[in-house]
């Protein structure tokens, strides 16, 4: 039996984490940045990001952009993720794992409320997790394939019980699936909210901003700043301008070619954080041409990975689709080596030497990486045209309709693998195997093993080609040196801003 167990005062001083690519609710991150002067509790963070979320409803909306803001901050689930990834308690003071690993017993914290005053009690938990269960529409849906039951022995304990063990079940809480919602409540959450976390909605300005303010009565240590606005700019140049006129005190998302800029400025200390963004070279596998494996490895053989990265100006190569962050990474670099003339050769037996094909790219991504691709595949004899659209155009035509030939786009989410093993995804990749190993892993109750037969499964989606894993993404925040605590690692995918202060004048 496995037994992970946090005492309350713990979990109010670890309000301060962020996330490889996960926030975190737990424990305290190592200070980075050097704040100067006393932190001001009245003090309000700016706080510059891309990508704005098309409405706040994080039960049935997907993207990172929601994720990003709402989880740790405005919700929370019993589990959240640390910097390292790992599971840490969260509205559960403590949990237990069965050794067949089929019942997860939960205990709560004390004294959790919702942002309208009433308690959290383990009935809101089994309403809320329930309806993930049998509501499809509900994210995390799918994640909850295996639960048999959801229980409450009393107002302090949920018991999970599955129908067979599940080696990823636990993380999934850790994401929009473990969040708690009120029983019975009424909010409408694409424009409001009613969560347990360290802040409150206060406004959201749409195509502008979103703002919270601390709530008061949070059952952990208080927030560190009394409000945060979260300015959206989905230009990088403007980003970069709004940060150096001191309107914003971090800007997230620093494109590597404007960094210098903010550096040489002495206004900000600009770090480099780890994430599991997997800058993902989509392939439509069941799209002709890209139906012929021989065109899909010719696809990744003529792209200059190295030189790719070099332009982009931060990211590690990654020749899979596990990042190393996840469990199952393996380097796969000698799959799809550098190699423009074998690429020629692939195209000419699959009698596509003068082969044209279109990318759909969301265009706030820019235009280095299609540079690129130009080159590399003009080199081998394939045109490339660029459609550059809107993100939500793009997830109605390539992510929900799968019409594309091409597409690029940061998969940001942790422990993503199962898309490969599942043919309905935009991908279009069926490969049984795959789909049994995958299997297989998650039915593994011991991690090292699961992770064995995910790196199997990984191997085989390379060698597939099933698409290209340009690289491996790396994220450039710039802080002013008056914020303390800002999260460093996979604030693309979620920020906890609970233990982040600013010193006050």
């Given at each position: 039996?496995?037994?992970r167990?946090?005492?309350l ?31 001001d509790?009245?003090?309000t963070?700016t ?25 740790d901050?405005?919700?929370?689930g019993?589990?959240t ?6 599971i ?11 050794g ?9 914290n004390e ?20 309806a ?16 048999e039951s959801?229980t409450?022995?009393?107002?302090k304990?949920?018991?999970?019980t ?8 636990l993380f999934s809480?850790t994401?929009?699936?473990g ?10 959450l ?12 206060q406004?959201?300005?749409r195509?502008?901003s ?8 949070y059952w ?5 700043v009394?409000?945060?606005?979260f300015?959206?700019?989905?230009d990088f140049?403007?980003?970069v ?12 998302a620093?494109?590597p070619?404007?960094a ?12 480099t954080?780890?994430?599991?963004d ?9 799209k002709?041409?890209?139906?012929d494996?021989r065109v ?18 931060a ?12 469990p199952?990474y393996?380097d796969?670099s000698?799959?799809?080596?550098y ?9 000419a037996e699959?009698?596509q ?8 790219i969301?265009s ?5 990486v299609p ?5 590399d595949?003009?080199?081998v ?8 659209v ?29 898309n ?7 991908f ?15 039915a593994?109750t011991?991690?090292?093993a699961s992770?064995?037969l995910l790196?199997e499964?990984?191997r ?17 925040t710039?802080?002013?040196p008056?914020?303390s605590?800002?999260?460093?690692d996979?604030?693309?995918s979620?920020i ?10």
């Amino acid at each position: 039996m496995f037994r992970r167990t946090r005492r309350l005062g713990v979990v109010s001083a670890l309000a301060a984490t962020a996330i490889i690519l996960t926030a975190c609710g737990g424990s305290s991150p190592e200070p980075t940045q050097t704040s100067v002067g006393e932190p001001d509790p009245a003090a309000t963070l700016t706080v510059g990001l891309v990508l704005e979320p098309t409405n706040l409803d994080i039960r049935h909306t997907s993207g990172a952009a929601l994720e990003q803001v709402l989880v740790d901050n405005i919700y929370e689930g019993l589990v959240t993720r640390a910097q390292d990834n790992s599971i840490e308690p969260r509205l559960a003071s403590d949990y237990e794992v069965s050794g067949d690993g089929l019942t997860y017993t939960f205990t709560l914290n004390e004294g959790v409320t919702f942002h309208d005053g009433a308690a959290l009690t383990s009935a809101d938990v089994v309403a809320s997790y329930d309806a993930v269960r049998t509501d499809e529409s509900l994210q995390g849906n799918a994640e909850f394939a295996t639960v048999e039951s959801i229980t409450a022995p009393d107002e302090k304990t949920v018991v999970i019980t599955l129908t067979e063990p599940n080696q990823n079940f636990l993380f999934s809480l850790t994401g929009p699936a473990g969040l708690v919602f009120k029983n019975g409540d009424k909010t409408d959450l694409q424009t409001a909210e009613n969560g347990t976390g360290p802040f409150v909605l206060q406004n959201w300005s749409r195509g502008s901003s979103i703002t919270f303010d601390r709530y008061a009565d949070y059952w952990g240590e208080p927030a560190g700043v009394a409000e945060v606005v979260f300015e959206y700019i989905p230009d990088f140049t403007a980003g970069v301008n709004a940060a150096l006129d001191g309107s914003l005190d971090v800007l997230t998302a620093v494109d590597p070619n404007l960094a210098p800029e903010l550096e040489s400025s002495g206004e900000f200390t600009l770090t480099t954080g780890r994430t599991t963004d997997k800058a993902t070279l989509a392939f439509n596998n069941a799209k002709a041409p890209l139906d012929d494996v021989r065109v899909r490895e010719a696809l990744r053989l003529a792209i200059d990975h190295e030189g790719l990265i070099e332009a982009v100006g931060a990211g590690e190569p990654l020749y899979g689709p596990i990042p190393e962050l996840d469990p199952g990474y393996e380097d796969l670099s000698d799959v799809a080596p550098y190699d423009p003339e074998k690429a020629k050769k692939l195209l000419a037996e699959a009698g596509q030497e003068d082969l044209e094909l279109t990318l759909t790219i969301p265009s706030f991504y820019g235009t280095t990486v299609p540079q690129v691709l130009i080159s590399d595949f003009a080199k081998v004899g394939v045109t490339l045209d660029v459609n550059p659209v809107e993100f939500p155009t793009w997830l109605e035509d390539v992510y929900t309709n799968k019409d594309y030939e091409l597409s690029f786009v940061l998969h940001v989410e942790p422990r993503d693998f199962g898309n490969f093993a599942n043919p309905e995804y935009y991908f279009g990749y069926d490969n049984p195997k795959v789909q049994g190993l995958y299997t297989q892993a998650l039915a593994e109750t011991d991690a090292g093993a699961s992770a064995k037969l995910l790196a199997e499964a990984a191997r085989l989606v390379s060698e597939d080609h099933a698409a290209d894993w340009l690289y491996n993404g790396q994220t450039i925040t710039a802080v002013r040196p008056i914020v303390s605590g800002f999260p460093e690692d996979s604030i693309n995918s979620r920020i906890n801003l609970a233990g982040v202060t600013v010193a006050g004048e």
